[in-house]
């Protein structure tokens, strides 16, 4: 018998052991290479099944009802399920006769989880990698999850033209700040040597996503849904920069012995086209930085979703087979021990069950007490008007009698709001009071 919890009451155990008949129960996730119905007869009960649809669709030109299921099925059940087949399905699950060969390692091995593993279609460069342990392993504070926090002062747009950094020879480490050509051309709180820190720099670059709409989610702890997607990458318009003249690379050596000024002719169109290559270079380099980080930020979607889709996998960690198939082994379902813990199971849902219909019927007898001790605070109000209403008109007529004002009868007062008020068994429940409970 497999794991089903439906399969194994308490009852049916308690009268298989009564009439010694032993059960045993599958290991969880094993009835694909140990039960005989899945291993031989369904794949047989298919087949069968279709060919009876089959032949009764062209019978009676009709498709198969629910007046005409009893027939179609019995036929195929018939035609599926012989002595031959069954005699099969014990072999081939090493039954009878025994052979417990039949089954192999590989047959019994785990599933792989296909569904927690995401990756990007191409393969990431060293710095994406770099990038992408850096996430994985750091854990997040409040701290770097506000915003305002280790935001990187901006660089007004005068400045820009100044900023000019020469590209490093040798690789260097996050800590090295790679040095300006012009002095002064950097601001000065990006000069601080603590700002090039590895720390530092995972602490801005958590704060920028955390500070943006549509990427908080991927370095917070929020709960993942199909509303949170990453934005598409935005695909700007090629910035048209002059072409360096490529000839000055294949240039003849000239015949003569060039003048001062055709050197410095020559020199002055060098040094342009050498500008217009080193520009050219930084806007290579810049799309390959987008690139880069466009495949990062995916990335790390990818893995705020494997966490989620492992949350929702595993989220019945109290399961009924998991609690009474520990190890995840086989069972002798008709053991005394196992029958016991089957109905202490059964005894604790109800106990649950009952629990929670208590609390349900304790929450709507609150509800209705509640609103009848507001209709009953409502009624004292207008019966204290009406009793002020008659003493003021008692004071008139015995004022204009001549009565005193100190021998006037004292006026009435307000009653104090009551607490509880009886309640009949029979009185109806409150619309909507048992959803209103469930919601809660």
Not at 73 to 82: I, P, R, S, V
Not at 161 to 188: F, K, M, N, W
Not at 200 to 214: D, E, F, N, W
Request: net charge positive; hydrophobic share 35%; charged share 25%.
């Amino acid at each position: 018998m497999d794991g089903h919890s439906s399969h194994y009451t308490p009852e049916l155990l308690k009268y298989a052991r009564d009439n010694n008949i032993i059960i045993l129960g599958y290991p969880p996730h094993c009835t694909h290479a140990l039960q005989g119905l899945d291993v031989v007869c369904f794949a047989r009960m298919k087949e069968a099944w279709k060919e009876e649809i089959r032949k009764f669709e062209d019978l009676h030109r009709s498709k198969v009802t629910k007046g005409d299921f009893t027939e179609v099925f019995g036929n195929a059940f018939l035609k599926a399920f012989t002595v031959p087949t069954v005699l099969a399905a014990f072999k081939k699950t090493g039954i009878h006769p025994y052979n417990p060969d039949v089954i192999t390692p590989r047959m019994m091995k785990a599933s792989e989880p296909s569904s927690l593993i995401g990756s990007l279609p191409i393969p990431m460069p060293s710095p994406v990698r770099a990038v992408m342990a850096a996430f994985n392993a750091r854990s997040y504070t409040a701290a770097d999850l506000d915003p305002d926090n280790f935001r990187a002062p901006p660089v007004s747009p005068a400045m820009r033209p100044q900023l000019s950094v020469t590209e490093p020879t040798t690789p260097t480490t996050p800590s090295r700040i790679p040095q300006p050509i012009a002095s002064g051309s950097v601001l000065p709180a990006l000069l601080s040597s603590s700002y090039y820190t590895p720390s530092s720099r995972m602490r801005v670059m958590t704060s920028a996503l955390a500070s943006t709409a549509s990427g908080s989610f991927l370095v917070g702890n929020p709960r993942i849904t199909s509303a949170n997607t990453i934005a598409s990458p935005v695909y700007g318009q090629p910035v048209v920069l002059p072409e360096p003249d490529w000839s000055l690379i294949h240039k003849p050596p000239a015949a003569r012995s060039p003048s001062k000024a055709e050197l410095k002719a020559l020199n002055t169109k060098l040094t342009l086209s050498l500008e217009q290559s080193h520009a050219q270079i930084l806007a290579r380099n810049s799309v390959i930085e987008g690139s880069n980080a466009q495949l990062a930020v995916q990335s790390i979607y990818n893995s705020r979703l494997n966490e989620a889709l492992n949350t929702k996998e595993h989220k019945k960690v109290t399961d009924r087979t998991q609690l009474l198939f520990p190890g995840g082994g086989p069972r002798v379902l008709t053991d005394p021990m196992f029958i016991q813990k089957v109905s202490d199971d059964k005894a604790a849902r109800l106990a649950k069950v009952t629990a929670r219909a208590e609390g349900v019927k304790k929450r709507s007898r609150a509800k209705r007490m509640k609103a009848a001790i507001e209709k009953a605070w409502e009624q004292m109000g207008v019966d204290h008007k009406a009793a002020i209403t008659a003493y003021d008109a008692q004071c008139v007529v015995l004022l204009a009698r001549g009565v005193a004002k100190n021998q006037l009868p004292k006026k009435p007062k307000k009653a104090i709001k009551p607490k509880e008020v009886e309640l009949s068994e029979s009185e109806p429940e409150l619309e909507g009071s048992d959803e209103d409970d469930e919601d809660e």
